[in-house]
């Protein structure tokens, strides 16, 4: 059954046709959409994020936090600095910061701590893991005077080595997943398919089309029971259109088992399962980010747009639970971020730093304050916090962050 055709349009025709080659070699002549999505997004000479197609900042593609200013980073090491005084101030502390975009955040960060806290610089490693080539380019071209900063894979971490925080600002939304669809009150999986079409000069030319199908894996099934929906409930008609990230599982995973003792701290756009698959949301949250546009055609400027989804932070945190994590916290990234002391900053931005300030660049840093603090932008995006390996008096400290103002 055909859901869903789309044609392409000023995509990477390499790229595309590797795609198609895949489909083909298939037995059933179909690939899943997490197939597809990491090929488009991560394929190792032609994906999204493994060339020069990708474009981040104001005026790119996307932008995140960090593209706003140095005051989200500084804030977040306040909290890994107390993150480090709850452990005890151990003389090595590794903060992990897993896909670092273009090392932005990891220079405010760095920059911030050794000048405000130099006994916590001077003991500090900060390890970046990025799959992009592209990116890490970068990395290395803005961080190459910090010493204390190295480049790894996952397999250069050995199992419970890390004793710190690992840490990530929208990566899980980006890793690949699995469509699902309601049909006939069933659970069943959109899959990514090639059709043929005649031009209008006759020659014949291939496109992606979507077929639904029978789930590729149980474990989409075991995702389900995981954050406790059941999409055969009554109130999911047919043509309920969902996600389901399998990868997300996965790599909380892979951190747990390489993390010793001290915190995860995952900041991305999401929902608790209750909402996430709420029964009005019938069409997911997948969503397609090119030249700072926003739509929901992933078969469109293939290799050369980004493609996301919104984060089930149940998920991550009953997997979590599963691989020995603790819950620690959930909240707001607005909250969070006011907690660490970004009101603070907000409230010194009087009438004397207008004067020594010119007017434009005033009203430029204030705008950016309260954009990170906005509840129907950035400020809306959910912090989780999770832990591992800490003593029952540890436990007990509150995080800055996580601490609601009165």
Known sequence: MTVQQLDINDSNLELCDLIFQRIATNSQQQITFAEYMDLALYHPQHGYYTTNEVNIGKHGDFFTSPHLGADFGEVLAEQFVQMWDILGKPNSFIIVEMGAGQGILAADILAYLQLQYLDFFQILEYVIIEKSAVLKAEQQQRLTTIKSVRWCNWDEIPPNSIAGCFFSNELVDALPLHQI??????????????????????????????????????????????????????????????????????????????????????????????????????????????HHQHHNNPYIYVGKQDLTAHVDFTALEKQGELCGLELVGLTQQGLFLMALGLGDRIAALSSNDAQVLDLAAFLRRREALHQLIDPMGLGGFGVLVQSKGLSEEERGCKLKGLIVPE
């Open 181 to 290: 669809i309601v049909d006939k009150g069933q659970i069943k999986e959109i899959y990514v398919t090639a059709e043929s079409q005649v031009l209008e000069d006759g020659k014949t030319a291939r496109k992606f089309a979507e077929v639904i199908g029978e789930v590729s894996t149980p474990k989409i099934s075991e995702y389900f029971n995981l954050v406790g929906i059941n999409l055969s409930a009554s109130g999911y008609t047919d043509g309920y259109r969902t996600e389901v990230n399998l990868a997300a599982l996965d790599w909380i995973t892979t951190v747990a088992e390489k993390l010793q003792r001290g915190y995860l701290l995952t900041i991305d756009y999401g929902y608790p399962a209750h909402r996430y698959y709420n029964q009005n949301r019938r069409e997911g949250t997948l969503q397609c980010y090119y």
